[in-house]
């Protein structure tokens, strides 16, 4: 089976002027493979989808209890925030509760993506600082792990520091792959990043919803993430994100976290598409790492996730017509406009879910 297939596809007039590729898996929470597209044994890395998984062991361990954490600073530290000033503080607001330096994250810098941040910060003649990077949370969160272990705070992020250790073993479980098959990387903010076959991400995801057969404290660390990420899923990303705006209208039914190079992971609650569905974990790649795009407006947007994204929910029925007029602005199916403004063409997705039986 060929790892990729067409799954996203723009039309200028009558004729397909660009076509993407990809693969998805959809996986339940007792394993079974439900559907996809492509090889749901493509081996592809995470990227910042992996960051619930970062965070489970601190968690489990008893992180919010510790330094008395919110939930929805939990969100933040599972977070790809745009930067704002809004989640800059609560950023600031967690290492002073655990009692650590921004001066400390070892993330790196890049310009935030919240448009009136950069604007200000252009007027102003200043730089961004790591905790405008969108993994600042995921980074204190480490930071926070080490220090109520007492380990080691400037060397988090080594591949053999405790902290990395707990979360390869920790997400090896949740995904159902030993710890020794996972491919590793670093990642754009320089942390461990794993790579592992798409059926075993959407595994992870399923039982990050559905916990139901998972140790009690394991499950119980699983259930507070999820509902910290549904109920602030403007801290997850950002207002007008796509997957702050799909968590907000799944109404704490849907899970969403996207990652760089065109992955994105989506996981459906138990009863989210009938009353006796277990858990269900999305995943997908789109193959280019598909194109980030900016408004008029300054908002990023990709072009393919999304869209796809959409479709497969719409597939598996777990979005209602109401759900999907919602979100229309995301596609699945989008007109194509020049810059007067005049519809030349349509984007979609050409995607049909292989079924099990």
């Known amino acids: 089976m060929l790892p990729f297939a067409p799954i996203f596809e723009l039309r200028r007039g009558q004729i397909v002027e660009s076509i993407h590729h990809g693969a998805a898996a959809i996986v339940d929470s007792t394993g079974r493979l439900l559907a996809w597209y492509g090889s749901p044994q493509a081996v592809i890395f995470l990227r910042s989808s992996a960051k619930p998984f970062q965070a489970l062991p601190f968690v489990e361990r008893g992180g919010l209890q510790t330094f008395g954490l919110t939930r929805r600073e939990l969100a ?5 925030h745009d930067g704002s000033d809004m989640h800059v503080a609560a950023i600031e607001g967690i290492q002073a509760k655990v009692g650590i330096q921004e001066s400390q994250l070892l993330c790196g810098i ?3 993506n919240d448009r009136s941040v950069l604007e200000a910060l252009i007027k102003s003649g200043k730089k961004p600082t790591p905790n405008r990077n969108n993994c600042s949370g995921k980074h204190s969160g480490m930071l926070a792990h080490a220090k109520m272990r007492g380990l080691p705070l400037d060397t988090y992020l080594d591949l053999k520091h405790p902290v990395q250790q707990d979360i390869l073993i920790s997400l090896a479980e949740m995904c159902g792959i030993a710890p020794e098959k996972i491919e590793l990387g670093i990642d754009g903010c320089s942390a461990p990043n794993f790579a592992i076959p798409l059926y075993n991400a959407a595994l992870g995801y399923a039982r990050l919803c559905d916990p139901r057969d998972l140790p009690k404290p394991r499950g119980e660390a699983c259930h507070t993430i999820t509902t910290a990420m549904t109920a602030h899923p403007e801290m997850v990303e950002g207002p007008g994100g796509f997957d702050t705006c799909l968590m907000e209208t799944g109404h704490g039914r849907i899970l969403v976290k996207g990652g760089a190079e065109g992955f994105q992971a989506i996981g459906l609650m138990p009863g989210a598409v009938s009353p006796a569905s277990p858990g269900i974990g999305i995943v997908l790649k789109v193959a280019d790492g598909d194109i980030s795009l900016h408004t008029l407006e300054g908002i990023a947007y990709n072009r393919v ?11 598996l029925d777990a979005l209602s017509k109401e759900q999907l007029t919602s979100l229309e602005r995301f596609g699945p199916v989008k007109p194509v406009k020049n810059h007067r403004g005049l519809i030349v063409g349509e984007s979609r997705p050409v995607i049909k879910l292989e079924k099990a039986d």
């Open 76 to 80: 933040l530290i599972c977070a790809s």
């Open 110 to 112: 890049h310009l935030p």
């Open 305 to 315: 996730r999304p869209a796809v994204t959409l479709e497969i929910l719409h597939q």
